[in-house]
């Protein structure tokens, strides 16, 4: 079992940065992609970003590139989402995801809220 905690959710004016954390802990060692997904009111969840755990390969939403970037700390069990421009359409519930080769995991998500 793996469990993610995420943090770094809030509101921020256009324009603006955040940062989210996902914390991973259990069997992390067999995680090999960790990710970052959103959910706007009325719409699916779609793909942020993500990362391999070796070799830290990246994989960005085609909205975000050059605004996001998705990082890792090994050591820690943890990824990073640095969000730079944020704009009104980037207001959604943000989930981490870990994938090992049989399942996979999600946090509970954390409200990211672009606004003037």
């Known amino acids: 079992q793996v469990q993610l905690v995420e943090s770094g959710g809030g509101l921020v004016q256009p324009g603006g940065s955040l940062r989210l954390s996902c914390a991973a802990s259990?069997?992390?060692?067999?995680?090999?992609?960790m990710g970052w997904y959103r959910q706007a009111p009325g719409k699916p969840r779609e793909l942020v970003a993500s990362?391999?755990?070796?070799?830290?390969?990246?994989n960005y939403a085609e909205s975000v590139k050059g605004r996001f970037t998705i990082t890792r700390d090994n050591a820690k069990n943890t990824v990073y989402l640095q969000m730079n421009s944020l704009k009104p359409d980037d207001t959604a519930v943000y989930y981490c995801?870990?994938?090992?080769?049989?399942?996979?995991?999600w946090g509970q998500g954390t409200q990211v809220t672009v606004s003037s």
């Open positions: 990362i391999t755990t070796t070799g830290g390969y990246t």
């Open positions: 995801r870990a994938e090992n080769p049989r399942t996979d995991y």
């Open positions: 259990g069997s992390t060692v067999s995680i090999t992609i």
